[in-house]
């Protein structure tokens, strides 16, 4: 049901908006007012073609927009969807259809279905379903093959419903199969090439053989090696300040000594032997950390620029491999990941060989849905 209609700029209409609604609504005027543009207003909205002469004199272009209350879900909702538009629901299963078009003075048009610029054909797919055209001696819809075939399809009830059921799931079917094998066709070589890059970053990244947080590890023994004299001079004051290899004097010494201080007068005060027995595991612990320190200093003696070298040349390998896929988390995941999608991308010619044969007894189940719907009908049609 139309609900209203506005419109601009056209013919002798400078700006008119016409509230219709349900019931019986009588457009009244004298000659030149106007009547014969409300007519020629609705047929742009219904897909007739459009003139520039319809464009009022001195305006740029003419624009007539209207709304529709239209179920929800019907075939007219279905219809705007596909060409990219939407309804907006009202509510009870209804919904506010838009459509508009415009008109340049220079003969450029445009249509919008709801919400969207749509061809101009596609106002002509909704005009049966929107508005029924009556002349004087006959009703211009009863001529449409799409109407005829609803009334048929009302008519003839279960029987014919099924059967539009069952053509619609084959037709669905087959249109699904044959976008997927349209896909496949024409990405082919696109594909292949996607297949032989992947072969070539799984083959590197296997070469490689990255570790998780390997570039981490590294970096942090790049910058010990790169300090190691520092670090060995460090290390080296650090143990013979615990232990001595001279007669100078080191910690283990020194706490060695102050237990042994304590421990000659602990028979006076029991106090002074429990601080001879922290003194003393202090001195144990001081030994471990003095043993440490030396296990340290022999890693780094054994270490050089030669190891140094090495590690270097290992994240100078592992940063390329980052630059490439943007971090080695990325890298470790496709390495794990990307056999599942080459085993897929080599098997395009297999599904592809697949996908023809689907297709073919797609065709044959439509054709075979199609023979038993107009069966249904033709019967139906004979009552």
Known sequence: MIEQMTLRDLGVIAQATLPVGPGFTAITGETGAGKTMVVTGLGLLLGQRADSGAVRSGAPQASVEGVWIVPENGPVAE????????????????????????ISSEG???????????????????????????????????????????????FAGAPVAAALDDYRSALDHARTVGEELRRLTEDRDERAREADELREALAEIEALDPQPGEDADLAQRAERLANAEELRVAAATAHAALSSDDDQPDAIGL????????????????????????????????????????????DLDETGPHELAAVEERRAALGALIRRHGTLDDALALQRDGGSRLLELDDDSDRIERLTASQAHAAEALDAAASALTTARVEAAQR
Not at 125 to 147: F, Y
Not at 255 to 262: D, G, Y
Not at 282 to 288: H, K
């Open 255 to 298: 706490l060695a000594e102050a237990r042994r201080v304590l421990e000659r007068s602990a028979h006076n005060d029991t106090r002074l032997a429990e601080l001879a027995e922290q003194i003393g595991e202090l001195g144990y612990r001081a030994a471990d950390i003095a043993a440490e320190v030396s296990g340290y200093l022999a």
């Open 79 to 102: 219809r705007v969807r596909e060409a990219g538009g939407d309804v907006e629901p009202s509510g009870g299963g209804k919904a506010e259809l838009y459509l508009g078009r415009t």
């Open 108 to 154: 450029r048009g445009r249509a919008t279905v709801g919400g969207r610029t749509a061809p101009a054909g596609v106002l002509s797919d909704l005009a049966d379903q929107l508005v029924v055209v009556h002349g004087q001696s006959d009703q211009l819809r009863l001529r449409s093959a799409a109407a005829q075939r609803d009334a048929l399809d009302r």
